[in-house]
């Protein structure tokens, strides 16, 4: 159990509609980075903020958005949603520091028809 | 261009038996590494780190070597354990401190025989 909420579980879009997904961080942690996984793949970074500001950013296009409040909780926005970003999508709260461990939540799963 | 890979899909052992997982990588600014387990439905699970100033870390049944030179790095399980089976990833970071992102390899699924 890491504490990292993620929701919903799973959603399923159609093609060219909007999503939003949440994140609900571990208590403490500053930090959140968001993945996608494919089906056999590894999870691959999307972006990250920190304190409220985007801090580094991943090979996804500008339909990738993102947003943290001020209670470090999470939102991942997807616009004009493609066949191809159907899969699993995963959050990661930390505290940063030297070591920076990343405790992820179990994702939501998203299909886009 | 992947720059963390892991070359084994899959591997088997039994029970009581050592495990022994592989990572390879390109990038040398890569300052930690990570091992996740990942069990079906549930998100990675963090099981044991690695600066890259070390290279050895140990944590109970798991430990990692790290070897600089040949950008190659492995997860050693002993005694393997049936719980053990699970789909186990290695990632790197890049970057330091808050702004770090991890780049993950593609994966090996673990099975524990009894």
């Known amino acids: 159990e890491t504490g990292v909420t993620q929701s919903p579980t799973h959603l399923i879009k159609t093609r060219g509609q909007q999503v939003t997904l949440r994140c609900s961080s571990q208590?403490?942690?500053?930090?959140v980075s968001w993945y996608q996984q494919a089906l056999g793949q590894g999870p691959q970074f999307i972006f990250q903020?920190?304190?409220?500001?985007?801090?580094g950013r991943g090979n996804f296009p500008p339909r990738f958005s993102g947003l943290q409040f001020p209670n470090y909780s999470s939102e991942l926005n997807v616009n004009a949603l493609e066949l191809d970003d159907s899969a699993l999508y995963l959050c990661?709260?930390?505290?940063?520091?030297?070591?920076?461990?990343?405790?992820f939540g179990a994702g939501t799963r998203l299909s886009v028809l | 261009d992947q720059q963390v890979k892991q070359n084994s899909p899959s591997l088997s052992v039994q029970e009581g038996r050592i495990s022994i997982l592989n990572c390879d990588y390109t990038?040398?600014?890569?300052?930690?590494f990570l091992w996740y387990k990942k069990y079906p439905a549930e998100g990675p699970t963090f099981l044991i780190s690695?600066?890259?100033?070390?290279d050895k870390n140990e944590d109970g049944r798991f430990t990692v070597f790290l070897n600089k030179s040949a950008k190659h790095l492995s997860l050693h399980i002993v005694p393997s354990q049936p719980g053990d089976s699970a789909v186990y990833f290695c990632?790197?970071?890049?970057?330091?401190?808050?702004?770090?992102?991890?780049?993950f390899g593609q994966g090996t699924t673990l099975q524990v025989k009894p």
């Open positions: 208590s403490g942690h500053n930090t």
């Open positions: 903020y920190y304190r409220e500001e985007e801090n």
């Open positions: 990038n040398s600014m890569f300052d930690y």
């Open positions: 690695i600066s890259s100033i070390k």
């Open positions: 990632a790197a970071r890049l970057g330091s401190g808050n702004t770090g992102k991890l780049i």
């Open positions: 990661a709260s930390s505290l940063g520091g030297t070591k920076n461990i990343q405790y």
